[in-house]
Each structure stands twice: as C-alpha cells, then as structure tokens.
C-alpha cells in the first residue's frame, strides 16, 4: 500500500516482502534508480517480540 503525507517525507510505502534480503534488494534497487529516496524500517509482529522477550541473552553493557 502506499500513503501521502504532508511534511519532510512525501510518501510511505508498505511492502509485505518474503524475507530482509528482498527488502534490501528492492531499496537498494530504488536508490540506485536515483528517483527516490528509501528508508526501510523492519516491522515486527506481537508474536515475533513475545518470542524475542523469551530469549535469553548475554549482554553487558560498557563498565558493567
């Protein structure tokens, strides 16, 4: 789908792509063509950030 909007972006388009490589693929491609600028942003399902919540990870942040 694709939306106008008044301000520093003109444009949103959302695209339900297969995977985070052909997201890339398609930006890049648009980039490249020069006639637009693209800026992607992944979005996230409530059961991919449940599932996200339940994995444990090893982080320490700096000085900890």
């Known amino acids: 789908s694709m939306y ?5 972006i003109d444009a949103y388009v959302i695209a339900d792509l297969p995977n985070n490589t052909a997201a890339a693929a398609l930006a890049l491609a648009v980039n490249q063509a020069g006639g637009a600028a693209v800026n992607t942003v992944v979005l996230m399902t409530v059961a991919e950030v449940d599932e ?3 994995q ?5 942040p ?3």
């Open 4 to 8: 106008y909007a008044f301000g520093g």
């Open 52 to 54: 996200a919540a339940k």
């Open 56 to 60: 444990s990870i090893a982080y320490k």
């Open 62 to 64: 700096p000085g900890g």
